[in-house]
């Protein structure tokens, strides 16, 4: 098994056993050698000493008798060994070896043996030989005379016989290094077996398998590693399933928080999002690690989330609200916070809070309090001047003709209140509609009869066109309701001698009504507005109308569960009001499905007459 990428483990425990073996050996026979050596050198000396003094003495003795010198000198000599004598001069008289010519070898009085033989009666010294130009041990000794008897030694001979006494030094190292080899095997398998179990076992550990535990330790020298894979494996755990844990608790808040939630990270690059904001930036969600601009680009959300990011941590200017308007009309409440301290890899954190319907809400008060101000101030300030007209009159004649005019306008007055009302009580009812099978054309022909009067007066005719038997699930005088505010309001805008068409027909699950007029029609800027409270297109002001109708039929079908819309232009080119019901018998379809190529938009709207 290999670690990394040099050697195995157990290479390397076996490479080291062996070196350090090696190495051990090595050394000792390198301290051996050189203490041996020195010992046998200094042995040699002494022991080349005495047979050179002994040698000496023999020479004395047998000179004394008459002998030859040469015979002497070869009598003394042997196979290793070679005796010179050099007289006081410096000059060799006789040299045993058969190989040197003593007439022919220089004076002798420098060579250092020599020198130290005159000075102290013995000498000696290891040198190379300038004759026979290889390296000799002498020793030389003093005579009566003055001469000095001098013998030599090959040098060779003495470092055989070191060798002779180290080779069995070797052997014994030799045999030492094969044991530490063996040991080494021996030693690095069994701590590789331990190190692999233990390896497998972090290994598991470290692949998420945080239930491994280390049961059986081979060896004791290993139980406090063991003890503390263990203890790191139980905390690991531990940690990983409490971040586990808070990691669900935040992803399921993230994921069904209404508000978007945007983490950037130091950089201002993208690092989270959540559901709820990529359903308002699909792009953001498919642009984690890159810069906020490239998915969202929006220059002052940019250059808030820059601010916070170049202010120092000491700034108190941690915190950002940012009024956001897209272009697809919706309005965010954004707020931006520095994240300090929290984690360094998060640098802002921005919540968006979806404030279109405040908006809305809010515009359609102000304009509520415009319109209704409006409605209320034409008929009031009629009354109030007619009447204080007709306390000065006595004519009894415009007497009546005021009168009547403010009878006119407190009729207004009186509708008016009876829609809001009625409105008021559309809204505040919690309760669900007593839904049952109702017959469409028999509620169209009620709601047709009392709105004659107004068709004659404009006269507008009514085409109906309803399939027999056609029933929906509804509440039957709430749908005449809406029937009657929807007619009244088409009679009112077609020009005379128009027709009003009604029609219906049952798709699934679901009947769908319009009502079809051959008005001037409704610009598509107000065809959102048109069911808000008092909401008037300003071409069509003056008609006598409370402004209420449309709100109350978008109430009433709302809490039958329908829709209702208005086209303009429709397929036709004229103007339509449709909207939707669920059909008392038909087929499985959802009745929430669209039915209408271009319904527009409902719109949570209070509605008004076009």
């Not at 157990?10 to 073996?21: K, P, S, T, Y």
């Not at 050198?41 to 004395?60: D, I, K, N």
Request: with cysteine; hydrophobic share 45%.
């Amino acid at each position: 098994m290999v670690y990394g990428r040099g050697l195995s483990f157990r290479a390397r425990v076996f490479w080291a056993i062996f070196l350090v073996g090696l190495l051990s050996v090595s050394l000792s026979l390198f301290y051996a050698r050189m203490l041996l050596g020195e010992k046998q050198m200094s042995s040699a000396q002494e022991e080349l000493l005495r047979e050179c003094r002994m040698a000496a003495s023999l020479y004395a003795a047998q000179a004394d008798d008459g002998k030859d010198v040469h015979a002497l000198l070869h009598l003394l000599g042997h196979a290793k060994a070679r005796v010179s004598l050099v007289d006081a001069s410096g000059t060799v008289r006789a040299e045993s070896s058969a190989s040197l010519d003593e007439r022919t070898l220089d004076n002798h009085n420098d060579r250092p043996e020599i020198i130290q033989a005159r000075a102290q009666g013995d000498g000696y010294a290891v040198r190379e030989s300038g004759s026979l130009s290889e390296p000799f041990a002498y020793a030389a000794h003093l005579l009566p005379d003055g001469s000095v008897l001098r013998l030599a030694v090959p040098l060779a001979d003495l470092l055989d016989d070191i060798d002779s006494q180290l080779s069995v030094l070797s052997r014994l190292a030799v045999a030492a290094l094969l044991l530490s080899a063996v040991l080494a095997v021996l030693i690095s398998g069994a701590l590789r077996r331990s190190v692999d179990h233990m390896v497998n076992a972090v290994t598991a550990i470290a692949r998420g398998n945080f239930h491994r535990r280390l049961r059986n330790v081979p060896g004791k020298e290993f139980a406090p590693l063991a003890e503390a894979v263990n203890a790191m494996a139980h905390n690991i755990e531990e940690q990983i399933g409490y971040a586990a844990d808070q990691a669900a608790q935040l992803e399921s808040v993230l994921t069904i928080m209404g508000d978007g939630v945007l983490v950037l990270d130091r950089q201002g690059n993208v690092r989270r999002v959540n559901r709820a904001l990529g359903r308002v930036f699909p792009e953001v969600s498919r642009a984690l690690g890159q810069p906020l601009i490239k998915c969202i680009p929006v220059p002052c959300l940019q250059n808030a989330v820059e601010t916070l990011l170049s202010s120092s941590s000491s700034d108190t200017q941690a915190v950002m609200h940012l009024p956001l308007e897209l272009p697809s009309g919706q309005n965010f409440s954004v707020r931006l916070a520095r994240a300090d301290d929290v984690d360094v890899r998060v640098g802002v954190v921005a919540v968006f809070h979806d404030i279109t319907e405040l908006m809305r809400l809010e515009r359609v008060r102000r304009d509520f309090v415009a319109n209704v101000s409006h409605e209320l101030r034409t008929p009031l300030t009629a009354i109030q001047g007619y009447a204080e007209t007709l306390m000065e009159v006595e004519d009894a004649s415009q007497c009546r003709h005021f009168a009547e005019i403010i009878h006119k306008h407190g009729s207004y007055l009186s509708a008016m209140m009876k829609d809001l009302l009625a409105l008021a009580r559309l809204e505040s009812e919690d309760g669900v509609l007593q839904l049952a099978p109702t017959p469409v054309e028999e509620i169209v022909t009620q709601a047709q009869t009392i709105c004659s009067e107004v068709c004659s007066r404009r006269k507008v005719g009514l085409a109906v066109d309803i399939p027999a038997g056609l029933e929906v699930l509804a509440h039957d005088e709430s749908l005449g309701m809406v029937f009657r505010n929807i007619f009244e309001n088409a009679c009112r805008f077609s020009p005379e001698n128009g027709t009003v068409r009604v029609s219906a027909r049952q798709e699934g699950a679901i009947v769908l009504f319009r009502v079809v007029d051959d008005g001037p029609g409704i610009a598509p800027e107000h065809l959102e507005r048109i069911f808000e409270r008092f909401y008037r297109v300003e071409a069509h002001r003056g008609q006598q109308s409370t402004g209420l109708g449309l709100a109350i039929c978008k109430h009433v079908v709302e809490r039958h569960g329908g829709r209702i819309w208005a086209e303009s232009p429709a397929q036709d080119g004229s103007t339509a009001i449709v909207f939707t019901l669920a059909a008392a018998h038909g087929g499985d379809e959802d009745s929430s499905a669209p039915v209408a190529e271009n319904p527009g938009r409902a719109g949570d709207a209070d509605g008004v007459d076009a």
